[in-house]
């Protein structure tokens, strides 16, 4: 089990850690202020943040949970349906905690065959720019959400 985390920088969390601040009822007025949004979660419109915040505090490579599926259910154009920080060995953090890709896959998105060739990309800039309207975030909210994360007890 994994209990603490290589950091880039001099943050020290753990995935508990992360999972119980993303989860506390603070965070979402965090979250929400820094957005300037409402009722977003580090989990339903705020997960791209908090995958940068984890990247500041970490290091490690963002990843995007890539569909077919689009808006809408659109399935002419892909669609991100989640980010993630890969932390290496197979192991993915977000504000629910670590996963595998196998949890990703299937216990975060249900039976893969219901998101349409579902898959982990690096989430470049180009990738993040090209969905950005769909799940925007912006420095001033990344720090807000890394300060928090970082800081929680």
Known sequence: MLTRLAL???????????????????FYYVLNGALGTQGASAMHGGCRVVAEALQELLGGTIMAA????????????????????????????DGD????????????????????????????????EWFGSTIWSSPAAVNAVADYIDNYS
């Open 66 to 93: 890539v569909t077919d599926r689009g808006d809408d259910h659109d399935y002419s154009k892909p669609f991100v349906d989640h980010y993630v920080l890969d932390i290496g060995g197979g192991r993915y953090l």
């Open 8 to 26: 880039a920088k001099t943050a020290s969390v753990t995935p508990d850690q992360v999972r119980a601040a993303c989860n506390s009822s603070e």
């Open 97 to 128: 905690g670590l996963h595998s890709q196998h949890d990703i896959e299937y216990q975060m998105f249900g039976n893969p065959t219901d998101f349409r060739n579902l898959r982990l990309v690096e989430a470049t800039h180009a990738i993040r």
